[in-house]
């Protein structure tokens, strides 16, 4: 297995792939020499999945096709329609990775199965558990996830690793076309440490289009009659359109929206709507007026005040909206870095994390913080923290818990996810018993709980009996997709390695069977039909590599499979 690493910024709507080339991080580019590749798969009849440009520019013929903004969609476990028939998200975002993943080892010359992939910091278990399913579809190990500011930041530390001395309070400031984040971070010569994080993970770009968009596509209805409610074709391009025009407008005082060559009352015309720079900041203002909330909520989290921010970075494309500029400049008195790449610094940070992980980046290191409170339901349902928001990872809490009624054997361990009091009305992460408690008075036994974050925020839980050793372990997860996403992975590299050996038919067969199988038990299984095929597959990958070893020979140089984590 290659040791390399490299970092995936997979963003809402677009996606870029950076690695770490002598010291600097450089942006690899897709098959088109693009920078970044828009995350919008469509499915063409026939069977062929097209991604990136293409599937964008097909989405305005053939929108049914075609899913945008797949990333929303992760952890929610509800399928999209999409060519005929309903789809799960994570194998929708698994097309974009394999696209990136092609085109990385076209670009790089080596095989890529590893990588660290960013997320927004306010991923949910569910998201990050889905993202790692989906990069798992498409045969990358996401062997960590990095909070896209915590990833910003590390680009910006990166560049003054040399300087021992620097001491900054860094405010990373990330408002993309899905999620806005924002972290507030200790830079000290090569360390890096989070001391706060606040953001909204459905705060975006995208929430201004549609704003704009309801405006437009009004006033077309009103002036020309066009309906776009009723026109797909006309939906999708106004979508188009729109947000050219508000892109346009971060650097023009005013724009028109133009439809060419559209049939207007039996003529042709080219219906136009006027758009100015202060009509769209208005539109803007309730969403940019959240963002400066909760970047002052981040500020006041880490103890820190606006003046004090010695260094402003800025990430995601919405924030080359002036309005946002000016809005920060009003709270943090300072310049944005210029040293950076908006749409690139995250992608950039994942590069580093990436040579940080593979052991390239010795002595440069980043602590990262919980973006969650955790917790267990006590009695009166009740939410009893264990883990704080905004706690330094890794993190290990423990807390001794006790029965509520007398001869109690059993306890339900009910594991919640956010802020509030009650745990009804936190996340609820899931559920587990812990049976062989002592039977005793009530409040009697004593059982230990205890909460693991590992790096990338995911959690483990662990309840135990003091008095008699009983003892659960389970890796919570919303969607269970955490064994799903490692099958998934497992099944993608066998049917790699497969596909790279020569087989006897009947081998050949049994393993495509196998991979189908395992993949629709990582898809919808319970955990019998994942641990079956989990089986079945890891026979005949002994049977796999005994052909190799036989002198089969094997039409690409990529390495082992080996081991899943
Ligand atoms: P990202 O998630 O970083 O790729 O950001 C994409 C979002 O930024 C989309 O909603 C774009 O419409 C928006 N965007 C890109 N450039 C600009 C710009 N110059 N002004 C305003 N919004 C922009």
Redesign the pocket.
Known sequence: MSERVIGIDF????ALIAWLDSGSPVIVPNDRGAR?TPSVVSYAPGGEVLVGESAKNRAIAAPGDTVRAVKRLLGSGSPVLAGGRPRRPEEIAAEIFRKLRADAERFLGFPVERAVVTVPARFSDAQRRSLREAAALAGIDALRLVNEPTAAALARAWLDRRKPDADTLVLVYD?????FDVTVLRSRGAACEVLASAGDDRL???D??AELYAEVAAAFKADYGLDAEADLFLSQQLWDLV?RA??E???RDSTEVVLPFMRSAGALAHPSFKITRARLEALATPFVERTIRLTAEALRDAKATGAEVGALVL????S??PLVRERLGELVRRAPESRVN??EI?AAGAAVEAAIVSGDAEGFAVRDVATRSYGVEIEGGACAVLVQRNESLPARKRRVFTTIADGQDTVEIHVVQGEERKARDNLSLGRFLLAGVRKARKGEPRILVEFAIDESDLLRVRAKDLDTGAEQRVVVSGSGSDDAAKLALLATRVGELAARTVLEAGLADEIEDAVAAARTAAADGDEAARSEARAVLETLTGELLAARDDGASIKSGLGLAGTVR
């Open positions: 963003g809402t709507t677009n970044f408002f993309g076309g899905g999620t975006g770009g995208l201004i289009d947000e508000k892109i407008l971060s650097s990430s995601g494309g919405s080359r909206m908006f749409e995250v």
